[in-house]
């Protein structure tokens, strides 16, 4: 029953939401989390040279993103 022109709205509007929902919260809680945990994983390792310490620290920062992700993705939500 839709013209040809109202189907493409809703067609481009369908596309738009996707990447809104799934695309651009998925790739915030990437970097957020890539960031958030292995920064300061890495900078560890490099600083002390001591496995127990860069355990710890990792340890860390994984908590520390898992809080950061379940804000940024609620946000989102």
């Known amino acids: 029953i839709l013209s040809s022109d109202v189907r493409a709205e809703e ?3 369908s596309r738009r939401m996707f990447v809104l929902q799934y695309v651009q919260p998925g790739l915030a809680g990437l970097m957020d989390g890539s960031v958030s ?5 890495f900078a560890a ?9 860069t355990f ?3 340890l860390a920062a994984s908590i ?14």
């Open 11 to 13: 067609d481009r509007t």
């Open 37 to 41: 945990t292995l920064a300061p994983l």
């Open 45 to 53: 390792a490099f600083a002390t040279h001591q496995n127990w310490q």
């Open 56 to 58: 710890l620290v990792g």
């Open 64 to 77: 520390g993103a898992g809080i950061s992700m379940g804000f940024a993705e609620a946000l989102s939500d």
